[in-house]
């Protein structure tokens, strides 16, 4: 028994071995495209994807943006905008008293009139945050902050772009080319405000280069973090994770504030961030995670607010950051992935369950991913469906191929087959036959069985015709006898019908005893069967009655049904013959508990050559249903065939 097991275990490990050599190699070659970062571009593009797609988040009361539009620039007819109008915009908001004020509007060169009021007010307000330009350009140049402020009130408006010019990650902190190292615009302000509420600015305790705000530890991104490989993970970066919805922040104009139009509860206590609104003034960022004025395209002093709030909202609410997998459970993730689509062929062999079993496999990482993501993890994805799909459709191809050439091998081996038997017969039995034929015509007065021996002769060579066009025919058609002929696509009780009478005008012995026939042909659901099941049933039913003609002896009583009996459909042919003597006394004995020892009796007696069964089992199989031979109490015998009338999944 352990050897059998064994053997068996054995087995199963070399047709895992064979049959998912090449769906590791995929899997190997998923994984190498993802190490060399072919894959990172879509891996990145399905980030930001998924990031739209979120339900949207309630405006962040927080953070207010104070913009100057075209019509400002119209209105003070110059551009840059004159100091004069920074410093009495920065003087009227701070009568509103905000915590911050972030000046996103480089002001490292004086632009008159109104510099030395613009430098008073800066020196005045120890809650405004100006901007620097700290990192190098391509020509090397950085952009100085305000002469006025000091270096606490300043953070640099850098960004980090990917290779398609969209930012999804945010500079918290950098060494300047002088070895300084500055902070941020978003995480200057983010202080400010959450030093009000007592939370301190520190350093990392899991990692000691992140920053930390309370308990909360902004996880810096590493150059293979999530779908990034070899990215430039310089400085202190963080995944930005900006807030969904098409209102993320309230916007008000510069106008709206020198008349007043506004509610001071909108600024008092809050972050206020000013910056250009305009698209001639270019100050313009990229990110697919965001739906702007122009596909991809924001203002820079939106992007500083979602960074700002991605900060505040972290510490203050418990606001999910983006954070990965380490390496080692990504890849894991890939490959558990792929062994499914592995699996998909060794477990379902229908190409239909696999294509549909696929669908849902695909279906499944995608939803998975994007709940992670609504929980704040970037988990591969596009790996993921590349192992799945792959695999399972290599696959899905691979069975359909193997079907149809096994179909064709079947039909290749059906009709040698066939030829194969004809000869033998045509060569002895036929050729005995004709001798027999031959000698029983020379008599002046013929054998009376004579009739029986010539349409023994038609009908043996009728049967090699009829055959050999059912094995070779893909036509709707099904030929009865040597005349008659039946549309398959005519419905199937009505093809049943024509079955039962065209058999029985057949010259067999015990169908002319029959005094009493009973038939029902009601219309049963074929929308789930193909025209070779119809065949099939129509000759199921004809070997069924066939069978009464040749040993149901001393039948007087026929019963045929074909109709739904609950959610199973039904072919029951019950005759009350005798059968042959050793089943007579079989059946004669009155039993009706049949255990299984009397089943194969019966099985055995009632159909000696078993091919009759054999067929009928196939058929049962193909059908998803059950074919039962057992006795027809007092007498007779009762041959069924059932199958359910719903369509069965993934047939």
């Known amino acids: ?38 894959l990172q571009f879509w891996e990145l593009v399905t980030l930001d994807r998924f ?60 632009v008159e009139p109104g510099n030395a009021e613009l430098t008073s007010v800066f020196r005045s307000s ?58 941020s615009l978003a995480i200057r302000l983010a202080e400010r405000y959450l030093a009000a509420r007592g939370i301190e600015l520190g350093n990392g305790i899991r990692d000691p280069e992140a920053k930390r705000f309370g308990s909360i530890e902004l996880t810096r991104v590493q150059s ?19 807030r969904s919805g098409t209102m993320p922040f309230r916007v008000l104009s510069l106008s709206q504030i020198k008349s007043g139009q506004v509610n001071p509860d909108w600024i ?5 961030l000013i910056g250009m609104m305009s698209f001639s003034a270019k100050d313009l960022a990229s990110s697919g995670a965001i739906a702007g004025i122009n596909p991809g395209q924001i203002y820079g002093v939106e992007m500083q607010a979602h960074a700002t709030s991605q900060i505040v909202s972290a510490v203050l609410d418990g606001r999910s950051l983006l954070r990965v997998w380490a390496d080692a459970w990504e890849y894991l993730w890939i490959v558990a992935w792929g062994v499914l689509g592995i699996s998909l062929g060794r477990f379902l062999r229908s190409p239909w369950k696999i294509l ?78 004709v001798a027999i034929l031959r000698s029983a015509q020379e008599p002046a007065t013929p054998p009376p069985f ?57 010259e067999l012995p015990y169908l002319k005893t029959l005094k009493f026939k009973i038939v029902q042909f009601d219309a049963l659901n074929t929308s789930h069967l193909r025209l070779e099941h119809k065949r099939g049933l129509c000759r199921f039913l004809e070997e069924a009655l066939c069978n009464v003609g040749k040993h149901a002896i001393e039948a007087t009583r026929l019963t045929v049904i074909c109709t739904q009996e609950g959610d199973r459909q039904v072919i029951r042919v019950a005759d009350n013959g005798r059968g042959n003597p ?16 009397t089943t194969q009796y019966l099985n055995s007696q009632l159909q000696p050559s078993g091919l009759g069964t054999q067929l009928a089992n196939n058929l049962a199989k193909q059908l998803g249903g059950t074919f039962r031979r057992y006795p027809n109490v007092p007498r007779g015998t009762v041959c069924e065939l059932t199958w359910s009338a719903k369509r069965r999944w993934f047939w």
């Open 126 to 183: 120890k809650n405004a945050i100006g901007v620097e330009i700290a990192l190098p350009d391509r020509s090397g140049f950085t952009v100085a902050p305000p002469p006025a402020l000091p270096s606490e009130q300043v953070g640099f408006a850098d960004a980090v772009l990917d290779a398609d010019g969209y930012q999804r990650r945010g500079l918290l902190g950098a060494h300047n080319p002088q070895q300084e190292y500055r902070f």
């Open 450 to 506: 004579l009739p029986e021996l010539q349409r023994l002769n038609q009908e043996l060579r009728a049967v090699y015709g009829s055959v050999q066009r059912d094995a070779i025919a893909d036509e709707p058609h099904l030929r009865m006898g040597s005349a008659i002929e039946l549309a398959l696509q005519a419905p199937l009780h009505e093809l049943l019908y024509k079955v039962y009478c065209n058999t029985l005008e057949q």
């Open 224 to 242: 293979n973090s999530g779908g990034y490989v070899g990215a430039d993970a310089g400085g202190n970066q963080v995944l930005l994770n900006v």
């Open 1 to 38: 028994m352990k050897r059998d097991r064994w053997q068996a275990v054995k087995a199963g490990v070399t047709t895992w071995g064979r049959g998912g050599l090449p769906g590791v190699m995929v899997i190997v070659a998923v994984t190498i495209a993802r190490l060399t970062g072919a």
């Open 582 to 597: 050793s089943d007579a006394e079989a059946l004669s004995s009155g039993e009706t508990n049949w255990d299984r020892e």
């Open 268 to 272: 008092r206590g809050k972050i206020v």
């Open 51 to 110: 990031l739209r797609l979120r339900p949207p988040e309630p405006m962040d009361q927080r953070i207010v943006i104070v913009s100057i539009t075209e019509e400002d620039i119209q209105r003070a007819r110059t551009y840059p905008i004159p100091d004069r109008e920074i410093a009495d915009l920065l003087k009227r908001l701070q009568t509103y008293q905000p915590i911050a004020i972030g000046l996103d509007i480089v002001r490292d060169i004086p």
């Open 356 to 433: 549909i079993g696929l669908l849902i496999a695909s279906i499944s990482p995608i939803a998975l991913c994007y709940w992670l993501i609504l929980l704040g993890w970037w988990v591969p994805i596009v790996p993921v469906l590349l192992v799945l799909v792959l695999n399972g459709a290599g696959l899905t191809a691979a069975l359909f191929y193997r079907h149809e050439q096994e179909l064709r091998l079947r039909l290749e081996e059906r009709q040698f087959a066939i030829e194969q038997t004809f000869n033998a017969i045509h060569s002895g039995p036929l050729q005995t036959l």
